[in-house]
């Protein structure tokens, strides 16, 4: 009787240790502490929300602004990417007034395509390359008033979006007070963005080499890389966009698919470079294991 009473006392061990194995496991995943001052992550195949901190919060979004740039650009009808655009005087000038305007260094007279102005605005996050696009794709007789109808459209994308908390006064993110976004909203403005193939080519690319036409006819080689550290750190990392700016602080937007399932979130005015990458990192870790 006493082998028997011990084996029982043993076997009752054992159950009771794994009665309480799986809350002690599931308690280990704790919510993660990002320096951002707002973030957001959701599934991008369900829409869940799995993590907020001050999700809804108007806040200014810097660079991550062109992921709508990009967005209105690839829903224009007919949309043909492999039309050219010639880089105006006024691109470069805007760099060069501006001293937080990024530059992807486009030369004036050359002849860029629309395909290359994205990836010109996307890696090396120009500033020169969102001034032509807005150029290109807004309408009216001047340059001024095409801007002016882009950035509408940028607005009125938000809006059809369902985005109660988003508004564009730039093609760039370099606004006069009025540019803000939340980073729940630019999470939905990424995830739409993700829906176009070309977006998501170009947003995955950690670095590209584009044959571009000179003013003579002739051509010349532009290099870009991708502003995105997460690319080639973080694995399963798809995209999509970092931002900086005075305002802005250190913003980014990313994505990552691993094992078929895909997170996309965003970090705004996080406190440094390194700071937003780990921000980010910790929330795709996170939402993984959601």
């Not at 010109?120 to 309408?139: H, I, T, V, W």
């Not at 590209?208 to 006819?217: E, F, I, L, N, W």
């Not at 994505?255 to 910790?282: C, F, M, P, Q, W």
Request: one cysteine or more; charged letters at 20%.
């Amino acid at each position: 009787m006493r082998r028997v009473s011990a084996v029982l006392v043993t076997a009752g061990a054992v159950l009771s240790a794994g009665a309480f194995a799986a809350p002690a496991q599931a308690a280990t995943l704790k919510t993660p502490t990002i320096t951002a001052k707002g973030g957001f992550v959701m599934n991008n195949g369900t829409g869940k929300s799995l993590f907020t901190k001050a999700a809804d919060s108007r806040l200014a979004t810097g660079s991550t602004t062109k992921i709508m740039t990009a967005r209105v650009v690839l829903a224009q009808p007919n949309l043909n990417l492999d039309s050219k655009v010639t880089i105006q005087k006024a691109y470069s000038d805007y760099i060069v007034d501006n001293n937080w305007a990024s530059s992807a260094r486009l030369i004036v007279g050359d002849k860029v395509t629309v395909r290359q102005l994205l990836y010109g605005m996307m890696l090396p996050s120009g500033c020169d390359a969102a001034y032509a696009l807005a150029d290109k794709f807004g309408s009216g007789s001047t340059r001024a008033a095409r801007v002016k109808s882009f950035i509408g459209k940028m607005n009125s994308t938000a809006q059809s979006l369902g985005l109660k908390n988003t508004h564009f006064d730039s093609f760039d993110g370099i606004g006069k007070g009025a540019n803000y976004s939340t980073p729940r909203d630019l999470t939905k403005i990424a995830s739409s963005a993700m829906k176009y193939s070309t977006f998501r080519t170009v947003v995955k690319t950690k670095s590209t080499k584009q044959k571009v036409t000179t003013k003579s006819g002739g051509y010349r080689y532009m290099n870009w890389s991708n502003t995105n550290n997460l690319l080639g750190s973080y694995s399963g990392t798809i995209g999509v966009k970092t931002g900086s700016g005075p305002e802005a602080k250190y913003c980014l937007v990313f994505a990552a698919t691993r094992s078929g399932k895909t997170v996309i979130g965003t970090v705004l005015a996080s406190s440094s470079v390194a700071n937003r990458t780990a921000d980010a990192k910790k929330l795709m870790d996170y939402g993984f294991k959601k």
